[in-house]
């Protein structure tokens, strides 16, 4: 525990005490100069914090629609402002979201929080698998892997075999990807004969989907590469958020810099329990999220970890989005679960689940991309047993030819809703 932040050990009572002085200090400057947060804010302070209204992302893509090309969720004037990033438009028109330097700083330091717990240090070589594109993506990772004194190596306009080869040529040994980018650069590897297990890699650090914290999908990159695999978890509108350590049993949110807060189906909010994520911000005052609501389904629990740490932590990692939840014959299914039963299959390469509505009923339809010269009707049926065994519902299973289903390099749309009338 001696390499902990002070932060990390906290109190419930000494975390709620710095919370409401840095509280103290953010609201005033953004109701002072920020016109989207101003009518929200009034004149709450961080004792009555149940009084503020919640942030949508809705609310902010009117805003920038309403405001062009920015919004009106800007507390300095443009000039203080140095980076652009966008989210990745999975649920709507991306949102462009600008930081200053002093907040570009705070995203640096939260990733040291995220990069201990992973045990990566200066003397790493890290290798970033994604697009550098305006989606913010690992572009955090990538200056906080600067900020730490590691080699951070660009993926950046690569194939997937560009990639393999590089990760062999400089040595990497910290890998930084989404979880299904991560088992797309094993299956390239695998047919190209290159052994990534017996490569300089010892760490990987996912974000972007569930699956580094669904423990069937974290056993496969670490069996392809021969790492021990780390979640982390993130949004281009709050920030770097949390991460998983090394009790690998869920992922610790950053009290120093979130303020945690669980929304209920009920409406009903608390600092643990089983709802949806809300999120505050509070060194990002440049463009603040206050009250946010994630949109992530979790379960919340608090007390001391086996690694030390009093931090929230999310049992199991972000569970799936509110919204993706889907009632077949009155069980909840969401699709993080099914992702643990089909990944448990090794000789299922990748796969879809479709949900779609037939005669007024929620049904499931599992497709199914095998590994060539596997019995296909055997493993389908088998995955298919597994979903009624686990979760007591059956999935409708179907097989795809041999590289027919779509591949990803950021997050990955595996599950797809389709109407009634779409089905063919």
């Not at 950053?254 to 929304?263: Q, S």
Request: charged share 25%; proline share 4%; net charge neutral.
């Amino acid at each position: 525990m001696a390499d902990l932040d002070a932060s990390e050990t906290w109190t419930d009572a000494a975390r709620k005490a710095a919370q409401r002085e840095r509280l103290a200090r953010m609201l005033p400057e953004i109701a002072r100069s920020n016109a989207f947060y101003r009518p929200k804010l009034g004149s709450a302070t961080a004792d009555a914090w149940s009084s503020v209204p919640f942030t949508t992302k809705r609310e902010l893509s009117d805003d920038q629609a309403g405001h062009p090309p920015f919004g009106s969720n800007l507390t300095y004037p443009m000039h203080r402002y140095t980076r652009l990033h966008q989210t990745s438009g999975t649920t709507g028109t991306p949102l462009l979201i600008l930081d200053t330097a002093e907040s570009w700083e705070w995203w640096k330091e939260s990733w040291r929080f995220i990069y201990r717990a992973a045990g990566v240090t200066a003397a790493d070589r890290v290798f970033f698998c994604f697009s550098f594109g305006p989606f913010i993506g690992f572009w955090s990772a990538f200056a906080g892997a600067e900020h730490l004194g590691a080699l951070a190596i660009s993926g950046g306009a690569m194939s997937s075999s560009e990639r393999v080869a590089a990760i062999i040529a400089t040595g990497a040994t910290v890998l930084v990807s989404t979880p299904t980018y991560a088992l797309r650069l094993g299956e390239v590897a695998r047919d190209e004969g290159v052994d990534l297990s017996a490569s300089t890699l010892r760490v990987s650090v996912h974000a972007g989907e569930p699956g580094a914290s669904i423990p069937a999908t974290r056993a496969r990159i670490e069996d392809a590469f021969g790492v021990s695999a780390f979640d982390h978890t993130g949004a281009t509108e709050v920030g770097a958020t949390g991460f998983s350590c090394p009790a690998r049993d869920g992922v610790h949110l950053i009290e120093r810099e979130f303020l945690v807060e669980i929304r209920s189906a009920h409406g009903s909010v608390a600092d643990e329990g089983d709802g949806e994520l809300v999120l505050t911000n509070l060194g990002r005052w440049g463009w603040p999220a206050i009250r946010y609501r994630t949109g992530d389904r979790v379960r919340a629990s608090r007390g001391p970890c086996s690694c030390g740490r009093t931090l929230v932590k999310l049992e199991g990692g972000i569970l799936g989005r509110v919204d993706d939840m889907v009632i077949v014959r009155g069980v909840n299914v969401f699709p993080s679960a099914l992702e643990g039963i089909v990944h448990r299959f090794e000789d299922v390469i990748e796969f879809r689940i479709e949900a779609y509505t037939e005669r007024g009923m929620d049904e499931l339809r599992c497709t199914i991309e095998p590994r060539p010269g596997v019995d296909a009707d055997g493993l389908a049926r088998a995955v298919g047993e597994a979903i009624h065994r686990d979760i007591g519902v059956r999935a409708e299973m179907a097989i795809a030819a041999h590289r027919s289903l779509p591949r990803f390099e950021v997050k990955a749309r595996r599950f797809v809703r389709r109407r009634e009338a779409e089905i063919v």
